[in-house]
């Protein structure tokens, strides 16, 4: 085997198709085990509904454009998708109900404990939605299956209610993605996505109103009733919602007239979405 | 078919995703083999990669690239395995040529002993994007697609990696002649 044989034809040859059988046993026990593995289901909810409690906070929330900081879990949205929680909202009025939203947490805000070391995380500073916050390197030991370089996408642009709330197709799907800062953990099939949002409040809108309203239109799987722990983030009080179906948690804090949300995007991640709450600091 | 099938799993139907499963499943061993040069190995990342693919298909937004998409997550799972295998120090149960590849009269048993040894000096990603032009026989642009990287980087790849290939031929062949002289 020389040189001027064609090493080409030869890897054409060489590697060629021999046949390969996987055997059956190896899909019978994938098969088994995805029987105990749920779908990684995502969702950047965003108040796309218009409000349907109040005439003049439609007015007011449809008018007031909204500053997002997203930082939690990001799902690939699919469109036309009506069962998964990633499920697109659709344009037509929804018969499905509504979740509901719990009252405010009664108890006293207190921080949970964060088993995950933050030692070595890097600064992260977002003039545009103004707070900093602290990010792994990598995803070493910290949830995904494999390690890569921690991908930090800051936004390009401000989220919008007008321009955002309609993430039915793969390309407005796209231009919400762009509003948000994202941190990606982990490579390709094993990523967490970190994600946040802040949005101004209309003035007169309630907290438990304003997010009455970012709940709706989630579809079925993630109808459930909303329940709320208290929780502090650069010591403002807030709250995390700890039974969402869709597969991520997500906190909001509201202060000054906007509220600021954080959320990750994979199952039982919680400390993790701690650890990243924990490093937070708003610019104001 | 398969955006059905595909749109149907992502819904969580799992009798759908198994026949995707085993409608992809012999070339995912293919690939997986060719990559990692071992039989079980090719295995474990299979099955992983099926795992995943469940897992993470509701993020998966355009159901017609789900072949490219599956390939590309068990590349992914060929690399780890790989990484694996050197932090463990594994002794790497090799695959034999023989066994491997259906005899051909155009390669000699001793050519193809010595691709193999060559191959395996590849790194894993070089190995990857052989077996996606030479066993696939994906063009660059569809390389690209599945990696996840430009077509322009996909060409430079393939291109290094033949070079590379054939540089660890070359090497493989001085090495057999001289241990041919000192005998």
Redesign the interface.
Known sequence: ???TRD?????????????????DR??D???A???T??????LIRVPWRIPTFNNHARMALTAVAAVVVVVGGI????PG?S????GAPSSAPSTEPSPSVSPSPSTAPSPAPSPVSTSGWLPFSSDRYGYQIRYPPTSTGLGA??TAATMVTPASRDWSLETDKDIES?AA?DRTLAAVDLFVLG????QIYVYAFAASVPPGMSEDEWLTTYYEGRSTVCSQAVEWQPITIDGRTGRLDVNDRCADEQAFVFFDGRVYSFGIGQPNQRALLEAFLSTVRFSQ | MDRDLV?AA???D?EA??IL??TH??????IA??ILRDHDRA?DA??????????????????DRFGAWLH??LI??C??ETARARRLSVVVRELSPAG???P?E??SV???D??ERGFRRLPPEQRAI??L???LGLEPAEIAETL?IPDGTARSRLHYA?RA??AA??AD?RSSAAEGRSA
């Open positions: 085997m020389t040189q090493i080409e034809r030869l890897l054409d040859t060489w590697l060629g198709d021999d046949g390969s059988t996987l055997p190896v899909i026990a994938s098969l085990q995805i029987d593995t749920p779908q990684r289901r995502v799902a690939l949205l699919r998708t069962s998964g929680p990633g299956i494999e793969q799907f490579p390709d099939g094993s | 749109e992502q819904r969580g799992r995703f198994a499963a085993r499943g012999d070339r995912l061993f293919g083999k060719r295995e299979v099955q992983q990669t099926l795992v995943i693919a469940w897992r993470e298909l509701p993020r998966l937004r355009d159901p590309r997550t992914n799972r690399y780890a491997s590849v259906a051909d155009l390669i001793a050519d193809r010595q691709l052989l077996v032009r030479h066993y996840g033949h290939m054939r031929l070359e062949a």
